[in-house]
C-alpha cells in the first residue's frame, strides 16, 4: 500500500484549464471555519465544479488545545475533567474511557452499583446526545422547528444530570474507582418520568421531521458510505453501523453491565444520509429500552471505592481501552512509566476525527447543498476532533 | 402499508467477531410511483404542520423559561456546580485548615492556599484562599480533595464583569486558625487576636483586583457571606502580619 502525503498548499494549486472550450475551470470554496454546518470551527476547502464538488480537503486543528499533552503532568483524577471538553455530548462516555484504562492499568476493581449508574448514565447521554443532534440535523437541513423540539428534550434531560451530577455539560462524573456522588434520591423517579415522556416523543420526532419530503430527498440516496469503505476510514459508531456493520463495543466488549441487558444493535441498509439519520432514531429507542431494563433494579453497594487524596499507582505498562460513545469508538491509550502517577503519554482515540474523514470519500461527484446534509449526518463534535 | 411506515424494522441476528448479534434494520421505503409520491409528500408536510399547530393551540406545553425574568425563583439543585465558597460553622467560622489539598488536587491551579504561622499559637493556618473564577472549570476536583469539608460549590452563577481581574476572589473574610483550633481557646481577647480580617479582592496574586484605581468590587456581589461573629470589631493586623498588600 502506498500512501500519498500532499501538503494543504499542495492541494490547493489552481487546476489544470481544461483542453476543451465549454469546460469550466475548477475552483476553491473554504466552507467555515465559521460556518453553521461545522458546529464549530471546521474548515473545509472544497474543490468545485460548477455545483459539483471534486473534492473535500478537510482542515481541521482550531480548537486544538492539546489536551493530551497538558494530560501528560496531570494526574489520572485529574484528566477526567479535560475528557469532558472533548465531545461534549459524550462527556460520560469519555470520562468512562479514560476511567476504564486508569482502572485497568491500576487494578482497581468496581463493584455492581457502580457500572449500573455509569451504564445508566451513558444511555441516558446518548438519548440526550441523539435527540440534540436531530434537532441540529433539522436546522441544518431547513427545518428551524426540530432545533427545538431537540433542544426541549435535551433539557429534559439535563435537568436529571443536574440533579444527580451538579453540571449540565461537563460533567466529570464517572472517575477512577467509582461515581463522584451517588445518585440523587429523586433520579429513578425522574428517570421514568422522562423516559415515558420520550417514547411518544421520538414518534414525534418521526411525524415532524422524517416523514417530511425536503429530509427524505436531501438525505435518500445521498453519500453511501461503503461498508468496505468506513471499515478503512476506520469510521465508528452510528456512521459505520448505517452502512450496514453492526459493530458496537455495548455488544463487542461488554463492559459496563451491557451484557445483563437486552438490546438490539441499529444497522442501516444501505448507508446513505437517510440511513445514518434512522440509525439514530432507532438507537434512542434502544437507549430508552437499555435505561427501562436497569432502572428498577439498581443495585446496593458503595459508589466510590478509592479514597480521594490517595495516588493512584499504575505499573509500568501500556493500557488501552474503549468505550462506545454516541459517535463512535473513543479509546485512550495510556503509557505508565510506573514511577509517577502521571501517564507518558496519553493519547485519545477520538471517533470524529476518523468519521471526518469519511467525507472525503462521501462527497465527490455530490453537490455543494449535498456536504450540508452529508456532515450533518457525520454528527461531528468538533473539540473531539482537534482535541 | 404507507410509504413512510417508521415501524417497518426488520429483525434479523448477525455475526460479527464470532458473535452472533441481534440487529435490526432502520426502515427504509421505496418511493412509489409518481401521482402517489406527490400525495406522500403533501402528506408528510401536513403531518408535521399540523403537530406545530397542535403546540401553538395549547401554550401549556411549551416549556420555555423566561430568564432572566424568573431570577426570583430559580431553583438550583442543590449539587450545583457554580462559584466556589467557604462553608462555615454556626459562629461564622471558617473549617480550612490550609492543608492545601485542594490546591494540590485542582487540575489547572485555580486555588492558591496562602498559609502563616500563627502570631500566638505559631501554629500553621490560612492566611489567604485565592480562587481563580476565570480559570477555574467547576470540576468539584477541590470539594472532592477537602478532607475537612471546608468548601462547597455554591450556586452563584452570575458572575459577567468588566474587568477579569475582577474574578480572582479571596473566599476567606478572616485569615486566622479553623473552627476547630479556634474552639480550644478560651480566652476571647487572645481568640479576637488570632484572626484578622481578609477582603474579597484583596491580596498578593498579580492582577488581583483591589489595587485598580477606580474600581469598586461590585462583582464580589454573590459573595455575602455571613460576617464572622467572632471578629466583629477586628483589631489592627499586627506588624508585618496580615497586611494587605494591594
Ligand atoms: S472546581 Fe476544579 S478547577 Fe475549579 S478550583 Fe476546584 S479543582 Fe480547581
Ligand atoms: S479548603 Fe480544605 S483542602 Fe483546601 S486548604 Fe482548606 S482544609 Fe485543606
Known sequence: MTVTIRTLNEL???SHLPAHPLAT??????????HPISHGSLRLVLRLDGETVKEVIPVPGFVHRGVEKMCESLTPRQIVPYTD?????????NNWAITRVVETAAGIESNE???TIRTLMSELQRIQSHALWWGVTGMDLGAFTAFLYGFREREVISEIFEETVGARLTMNYIQPGGVMYDIHPNFVKRVKDVMAYMKPIIDEYDTLLSGNVILQERCRNIGILSPEKAIALGCTGPVLRA???PYDLRKMENYGVYNKVDFNVVVGAVGDCWDRYYVR????RESIRIVEQLIDSIPEGPTMTLRYNLPIEMPEGTYYSQVETARGVFGAFLVAEGKSEKPYPLHFRSPNYNNLWSVTALAPGWRVADIIAILSSLDLVIPDIDR | MSFMDFTDLRYEKRTLGGKILPVVVCPRFNPRSQPMRVFDAVKGLLQGMRLT???LLSPSKIVTQQYPENRATLKFPERYRAILKF???????????????CEVACPNASIKVITRDSVITEDHELDRYIWRLDSCMFCNACVQACPFDAIEMGHAFENAVYDRRLLIYGLNPIAGPAASALENEEDPEVRRRMSDPRTILGGPIPLNGAGLPNLKPVAAAPFVDPLPIAVTDPLPPEDGEGEEVS
Not at chain 1, 432514531?281 to 434512542?284: I, L, S, T
Open chain 1, 243 to 245: 452502512s450496514g456493520v
Open chain 1, 85 to 93: 471538553r472533548l465531545d461534549y455530548l459524550s462527556a460520560f462516555m
Open chain 2, 87 to 101: 462553608k462555615y460553622d454556626e459562629n461564622g467560622l471558617h473549617k480550612c485548615t490550609g492543608c492545601k489539598n
Open chain 2, 53 to 55: 399547530l397542535g403546540y
Open chain 1, 113 to 115: 452499583r457502580i457500572e
Open chain 1, 25 to 34: 475551470q475548477e475552483y476553491f470554496v473554504n466552507m467555515g471555519p465559521q
Open chain 1, 281 to 284: 432514531m432507532q438507537e434512542m
Open chain 1, 12 to 14: 490547493l494549486q489552481p
